[in-house]
């Protein structure tokens, strides 16, 4: 018979994670939603082994996609995990213009701390590494996809953004991969 484990906080946030995306799938992709939460925190732990920071980053999508609230991330995991989910948080409400959205994200991301910085970098990679593959098979079609009203060169100026806002984390092979896949994809400015 197995013996009970020691419940980590990354392993109940991983369950945590599960259940709140149980049945969704990522947009266009046909897989469970998941498996980019699941990405994002691999990223994370290419830079840190913090648990705080890989359980937040395996939890990112959970206030702003589900019904779940940034008080049960905090009763459940604690003040930091909430903080750093929080962080990741789109600021504004998606009833506002992208541009809007994507200027409040880039400038919290900007002014955000290290470690939200870390956590957001495997998100924005994770969707990122998506993107690039998805427009190598599909090409400028691929955009259409997207409520960016400009298509490839809003996300572009987006992606951009996000390389200058986290441009402090260069000392990783993840900002570095980010950086290089944003000229990749969108070309230099």
């Given at each position: 018979m197995k013996e009970t484990c020691n419940t980590t906080l990354f392993d109940r946030a991983?369950?945590?994670?599960?259940?709140?995306?149980?049945?969704?799938?990522?947009r266009g992709k046909g897989f469970p939603y998941i498996i980019h939460p699941m990405e994002a925190a691999v990223i994370v732990a290419t830079v840190t082994?913090?648990?705080?920071m890989l359980a937040?980053?395996?939890?990112?999508?959970?206030?702003?996609?589900?019904?779940?609230?940034?008080?049960?991330?905090?009763?459940?995991?604690?003040?930091?995990?909430?903080r750093l989910v929080n962080n990741e948080t789109s600021a504004l409400p998606k009833s506002y213009p992208?541009?809007?959205r994507r200027q409040a994200q880039i400038d919290q991301l900007r002014q955000a701390d290290r470690d939200s910085k870390i956590?957001?970098?495997?998100?924005?990679?994770?969707?990122?590494?998506?993107?690039?593959?998805?427009?190598r098979l599909e090409g400028d079609t691929l955009w259409s996809r997207f409520k960016a009203p400009g298509g490839k060169?809003?996300?572009?100026?987006?992606?951009?953004?996000?390389?200058?806002?986290?441009?402090?984390?260069a000392?990783?092979?993840?900002?570095?991969?980010?950086a290089d896949l944003t000229e990749d994809t969108f070309g230099a400015e």
């Open positions: 991983a369950q945590f994670a599960i259940e709140a995306h149980c049945g969704t799938e990522r082994n913090d648990p705080e937040a980053a395996i939890l990112h999508d959970t206030v702003e996609d589900t019904d779940t609230t940034i008080e049960q991330i905090e009763q459940l995991f604690g003040p930091r995990v909430a992208w541009h809007m956590v957001a970098l495997g998100d924005k990679l994770s969707n990122l590494r998506a993107i690039a593959s998805d427009y060169k809003d996300i572009g100026w987006y992606y951009r953004g996000l390389v200058a806002a986290m441009a402090e984390l000392d990783t092979a993840a900002y570095r991969e980010f």
